[in-house]
């Protein structure tokens, strides 16, 4: 797993929620966000800064702007470059965004420009942007690890297939893109943690939608298949192991226990699948990942048939 502070660029941030700059001679190429709570500083605006964690990303607000209006310009001023100036221990904010469109004087600008802090602008609602903007951010700063294998989406299900290197995994792959499936990433897969229960599969940017086949090389799955054959990124919900087939070795052939796997703390059910010839790898791709569905949905097929035998001993030590 990979270790360390993630961070994503305030340019992107600008860029992908479409926000208007309203501080363009304050260079944001540099900076950098690396929190994904955002802070509305109401008690800020009302003079109590204890506990208050100025590296967050700042939202202000129709309440926040009325509060300032009655209380004046120079006081707008004077809080405004105390949350601006941050300090030793806590640093300026990455930017301070305004919602609703709301106008500001030029004063506050002039700070912003002194302190070299961003000012944004969106026509968006303080609610739903703020809830938009932690949802973004929870996504591009999640922990991450990368794993060897291949991510699939199997009518819906994201099925991370795992092996050794060879095994086949690429063309259990290619055989499910045939099948009217989607690849999401072969050989490298990226994984994020966007919650206790969520773990975010992609593919690195240098080998997106390209497959190694051995004794091929490589083909591209989007070129070949179309855009309906890939995906940019997939929820994983199974992970499958491929393995070897060894005759010493007890294979589960019931299901009653879920085995499972963890990635960043999360854990995700596992199948181990021996390999031999004259299995169809794909076909049972697919059908793990159904019944993982079903199972989901409340119906568990080894737990039924567990339930029928048992009724049916019952049954007989009944009669006898």
């Known amino acids: 797993m990979q270790s360390g ?18 501080t363009p001679e304050v260079s944001v190429d540099q900076i950098s966000i690396t929190q994904t709570e955002v802070n509305r500083p109401a008690l800020q605006l009302a003079g109590y800064f204890d506990y208050f964690d100025s590296s967050r990303i700042q939202l202000i607000g129709h ?70 903007l932690i949802q973004w951010l929870t996504v591009k700063l999640a922990p991450r690890c990368s794993v060897h294998g291949v991510l699939v989406d199997i009518y819906g299900e994201g ?35 966007i919650s206790d229960t969520s773990l975010i599969g992609s593919a690195p940017e240098v080998t997106r939608h390209f497959i190694e086949l051995r004794g091929i090389g490589i083909i591209d799955a989007k070129s070949l298949f179309g855009v309906e054959g890939v995906k940019s990124q997939q929820e994983i919900s199974l992970v499958i192991k491929l393995e070897e087939y060894n005759k010493e070795q007890e294979y589960d052939r019931l299901g009653l226990e879920e085995q499972y796997i963890e990635f960043l703390g999360n854990q995700v059910v596992c ?10 790898v794909a076909i049972i791709c697919e059908s793990a990942a159904v019944n993982h569905r079903q199972k989901s949905m409340g119906y568990n097929a080894a737990l039924e048939l567990y339930n029928r035998v048992t009724n049916n001993l019952a049954e007989k030590r009944v009669e006898l």
């Open 5 to 22: 502070v993630y961070k994503v660029a305030l340019k992107e941030l600008i860029d992908n929620l479409k926000l208007e700059n309203c």
């Open 63 to 132: 309440v926040e702007n009325t509060y300032l209006q009655q209380k004046g310009l120079d006081y707008t001023v004077g809080v405004m470059e105390k949350i601006m100036t941050g300090s030793e221990e806590s640093p300026k904010p990455p930017c301070i965004i305004y919602c609703r469109e709301i106008e500001f004087d030029d004063k506050i600008i002039e700070i912003a420009n002194k302190h070299q802090v961003p000012l944004l602008r969106t026509k968006k609602a303080t609610s739903p942007f703020m809830v938009e």
């Open 159 to 193: 099925v991370l297939i795992m092996g050794e290197s060879g095994i086949g995994k690429s063309e259990v792959a290619l055989e499910l893109i045939h099948r009217g499936h989607r690849l999401v990433s072969d050989d490298v897969v990226e994984i994020r943690r």
């Open 271 to 280: 199948h181990s699948i021996p390999i031999r010839p004259g299995r169809n």
